[in-house]
């Protein structure tokens, strides 16, 4: 069957028509024979029995043989069998096997001319009986003739020899044995054709199985273009001749900017459509020697062949870009489709196929860091970057596997009267040479990697362990990333860190950026106000360069306010417009019953502005560098608090640096 299996549909219904055919044709040989058989055992037998029922009740068969005429009881008897309408003709032999006398239907007489019968010479040596079964050379009718030896005193003395017509017996024998034969080939047939059905059903489900994993196996299944598996094998063959044409192929690798916005908002299943969309508006843009695949998600893969020139590839990645951008309709939502393509040429930045697509993701990646919706070519500085970014991802791992980052603190002081009141904490990463390495480099890669959540969990914990250690009345300041609440064991995690270090509820502040209520998100919110419920401080960083930030303050009631630092970075411009915002601020934090806390204070001029702009707290190099817990001692902190206390009244001149560590 596993052979059957293999054989192709129109060959497989020529296989079944010659097995009809010969399946026919040996019934009709069966049939045949068997009536042949039959004809010939019943003419021998009828004969046999005729032959010797003659030879047995005519008394003078001797006398008859030697040419004398048959008595009155021999032709009485004759005349009898005459009317039989199974034996049609007797004929008396005599011992040398010549013909004497015929009785037949219609007369009885000697013969006209003797024949001679070896037969019947036969039947008188052997005393047994003999036959055959032979035809009238002027009709074509068969008969069968029996010879049996007539003895007296044991010894042969004449032949009789019965002809018996087999025409009735053949249309009887012939009818019985085509009707079983017919009856026996239908039953064959059937007992063939049941399986036969069966198995072309299944090698027909079978093919249709093969074809659709064949299908599969090289086709993407949502969006019914190339796949990767078919992708590297087009890919591969079009590397090959590129040295022939002396032309180039362009892999434009392109995904999705901001798609899962759009599983977000509106489903996974308008997700899905989406991507159909842009196969669809793939395959339609395309020539049929160029390739279109989807690699998964929402990264797609365009092979451009018979490229002469980079600004031919450009030129079609634009077209490509602007095709793809158009609005597309998801029950009656208009999605708007934004892309970032990267482009890699053959065999200039690769000559296989995994060279390539992994040149043209690294200009993909360049794009999105240089703010999506471009176009780039792959460049080596791009593998160089690849390379960096390998190196930052192990280091980053090892260290949250094997508590490699440390925390640094950083002083937060009450602007009136310079009062030390807590410290925001810091995470830091020394690189495998113990060169640090920026916050602004380590953090967006582990946001990138997924660690970010991990990271948070140590930094919550091991800054409450070290704030358990300071003055009751210090605070200490933890940002919280978005990750850390998609897990959904944040609040499990703040409970854990505070018990397990002992730390009173009101000296944590937790900081979380305007990002994380984007989505408006319940849950977000109850979070938050559950932290509120405990006594933690809930704090809205770098304040000012979000999205909409005033809409986030009337939502949730913030503790304090944080103005992010780069108002300080533009503070005196000809404009005077970030002294002017952060007057504001202050201004709308007291009405708001918030505290605000102004960060990146570097210098002089800007602590005179902030105390006469009434500023609640302030944090920044100016007082004091973020440093280590070590560098924290009782010591420096006691000195600290002393140095913050002797100064009460706002300095007639600029205020006493003071710097902790």
Known sequence: MRLLSNISFPRAIALFVAAVILLAAGTWFIVQTTVNHLITQYVQGTTHQWAEFLAENVSDLGEIADG???????????????????????????????SQLVIDHDRIAPVDLSEFSSEAVEAMKTGKTTGAIKADPKTGIEYGVAYVAATTNGKAVAAVGAYVDQAEAAKVFTRSSWMSAIALFLLTAIAFAVPAVGWYRRTREKQQADRRIRYLAHHDVLTGIANRIQLIDRLQKAIAILPSTGMMIAVHFFDLDHFKQVNDTLGHDAGDFLLSTIGERLKAMVRLEDVVARLGGDEFVVVQTSVSEPAQAEAFATRMSEVLRAPAYFKEQEICPQLTIGIALGPRDGTTPERLLKSADLALYSGKIAGRGVIRFFTAEMDEALQTRIRLDRIIRDAIANNGFVLHYQPILEMNGQKLIGFEALARLNGPDGVPIPPGVFIPMAEEIHVIDKLGEWVLKEACRTAATWPKDLTVAVNLSAAQFESGDVEQIVTAALEESGLEPRRLELEITESLLLDDSGATLGILHRFKEKGISVVLDDFGTGYSSLNYLWKFPFDKIKIDRSFMQSFGG???????????????????????TVEGVETSQQVEFLYDSDADQVQGFYFGHPVTSSELSADVLGEFMKSMAASQDKPSDTPKKTAVG
């Open 68 to 98: 004398e005429w048959p008595s009155s009881a021999s032709l009485a008897f004759f005349e009898a069998t005459r009317k039989s309408d199974t034996v049609f003709r007797y004929v008396i032999f005599n011992r040398y096997g010549y």
């Open 574 to 596: 000809d404009s005077h417009q970030a002294e002017t915002i952060v007057k504001t601020i202050l201004a709308l934090g007291r009405e708001m019953h918030m505290r605000v």
